[in-house]
């Protein structure tokens, strides 16, 4: 019976075993492909789960149930702007509340998908109109949580993401969301807290070992951040955003040598070695490597602080520090951090050039 199936799923999810529950609804949706409430719950467990590429698949198979349903249309909204298609979203979420104006969850995600494309007002409007057609929905109280974060109004955010709490304490996200509010005040034993909640709930997740990190990073205490990012790497090998991150911690700590290999990664990439050199292989026994990041606002600070200390170390041929600190120069031409890296950098480069007797070209913005 598909409804045992899908009962075990919403059981599984308020416990907070999302990988369960996920695994129910997948039972139900297989022995049931036409019932649109199994697709829309599926995806929306998804999202909870971060597995976005597959909720909008889910979210997918609800429309191809029931295509006029507003119940799909609000769940292939939410879908989609996981997944950054943000005028898609906006556009099915209209259409969900065009067809049931009184349905809240559609007015929760359309306050999330507003708030994602900055129009705060609007996004506030639609978590209250949500709380108050269902004052008993977490997505409705977590829609309004994110309103209030998306503003500055942490208090306000933190009170709505407890009561979404109140609904299913054993949510991770929710947790990290308390723990970057209590941050964002400065408030770093409950922050500190929060993020510690959600890592018991799910210790197989790098987020709240990253949370964690930043955190502690914050506040200048770099031995306890970077034990955070180890802990990540060995679930995330290969993620080179996490080198970066530990890259930095390295650098400010001065533990140089320790930072350019790191930062290496997060730029460059390349193969990865354990301390001896030797390749670390995954569980097939082949080689990991890790895929060099894109310069974007995301990774700006790796590329400058690498050619700051390929700098330090006088590498200053145009292909190692100068190269760096220029595509970040071009990249962000009146950020204060990489002007300031690129004229001492620079200088630096010169000195070495007219030391050597053989000046380069200073390359230019």
Same mark, same amino acid.
């Given at each position: ?21 996920? =695994? ?24 909870? =789960? ?13 429309? #191809? ?14 879908? /989609? ?64 949580? &994110? ?52 890592? =018991? ?14 955190? &502690? ?88 602080? #690498? ?16 190269? /760096? ?41």
């Amino acid at each position: 019976n598909p409804r045992s199936f899908a009962e075990e799923g919403e059981a599984q999810f308020a416990a907070g075993k999302l990988e369960e529950a996920i =695994a129910a609804y997948q039972r139900a949706t297989q022995i049931d492909s036409r019932n649109v409430d199994y697709w829309v719950a599926l995806a929306r467990i998804q999202i909870y =789960a971060q597995q976005y590429d597959q909720a909008l698949e889910s979210a997918q198979n609800a429309l #191809l149930a029931a295509p006029n349903s507003p119940k799909s249309k609000a769940i292939y909204a939410w879908a /989609l702007d996981y997944i950054g298609d943000l005028e898609g979203a906006q556009a099915a979420a209209v259409q969900a509340i065009a067809l049931d104006s009184n349905y809240a969850p559609a007015h929760a995600y359309y306050s999330e998908i507003l708030n994602d494309s900055s129009k705060w007002e609007q996004g506030q409007n639609e978590a209250q109109l949500a709380l108050t057609l269902d004052p008993n929905s977490l997505d409705a109280h977590r829609a309004m949580g &994110y309103a209030n974060e998306s503003v500055g109004n942490y208090r306000g955010a933190i009170e709505h993401y407890k009561n979404a709490l109140a609904i299913n304490p054993n949510l991770m996200t929710l947790y990290i969301a308390l723990g970057k509010n209590y941050r964002a005040l400065g408030e770093k034993d409950q922050a500190i807290f929060y993020f510690s909640k959600a890592n =018991a709930l799910d210790p197989k997740n790098i987020e709240p070992y990253l949370a964690l990190s930043r955190t &502690y990073y914050q506040y200048d205490e770099f031995g306890t951040a970077a034990q955070y990012l180890q802990s990540a790497l060995e679930l995330d090998p290969t993620n080179a955003d996490i080198h970066g991150r530990l890259g930095l911690i390295y650098f400010h700590a001065k533990n140089y040598e320790g930072a350019e290999p790191e930062l290496r990664l997060a730029v460059y990439g390349g193969p990865l070695t354990d301390s001896a050199g030797n390749p670390v292989p995954d569980a097939s026994g082949n080689p990991l490597s890790v895929t060099a990041l894109p310069l974007n606002g995301a990774s700006l600070e790796y590329f400058y602080t #690498l050619g700051n200390l390929l700098a330090a170390y006088k590498q200053c041929a145009p292909d190692q520090a100068p190269d /760096l600190l220029n595509k970040a120069l071009n990249f962000a031409p009146d950020n204060p951090s990489v002007i300031a890296s690129y004229d001492e950098s620079m200088t630096i480069c010169r000195n070495v050039w007219a030391e050597s007797g053989t000046p380069q070209a200073t390359p230019q913005p």
